[in-house]
Nanobody
Framework: QVQLVESGGGLAQPGGSLRLSCTAF????????MGWYRQAPAKQRELVAR???????DYVDSVKGRFTISRDNAKNTVYLQMNSLKAEDTAVYYC???????????WGQGTQVTVSS
């Protein structure tokens, strides 16, 4: 089990920005994929964005153009820059790591993002 430590959540106003960080306690250079999921109250966990080594990144439609996922292999860290936040972005955000195509996701502890005026 890989330890994933998330930070950067909090309270933002509609239209504001937050940046989430997820640091893995392993080298992520050869990890198949890392990503961010979120879970709002009474809803299922959904993929927000993921970045696949050598394969680019993809996003759920609701965040395209507003969120950007990036990685820094030297720091073993993945970021999620969230701009133009909306109330419906409110959720617990979880970092995920997947060692290979055939592996299951491993999860961070989650960080709360609340968008409210």
């Amino acid at each position: 089990q890989v330890q994933l430590v998330e930070s950067g959540g909090g309270l933002a106003q509609p239209g504001g920005s937050l940046r989430l960080s997820c640091t893995a306690f392993v080298s992520i250079a050869s990890i198949y994929a890392m990503g961010w999921y979120r879970q709002a109250p009474a809803k299922q966990r959904e993929l927000v964005a993921r970045i696949i080594t050598g394969g680019g990144s993809d996003y759920v439609d609701s965040v395209k153009g507003r969120f950007t996922i990036s990685r820094d292999n030297a720091k073993n860290t993945v970021y999620l820059q969230m701009n133009s936040l909306k109330a419906e972005d409110t959720a617990v955000y979880y970092c995920s790591l997947r060692r290979s195509y055939f592996s299951a996701n491993q999860w961070g502890q989650g960080t709360q993002v609340t968008v409210s005026s």
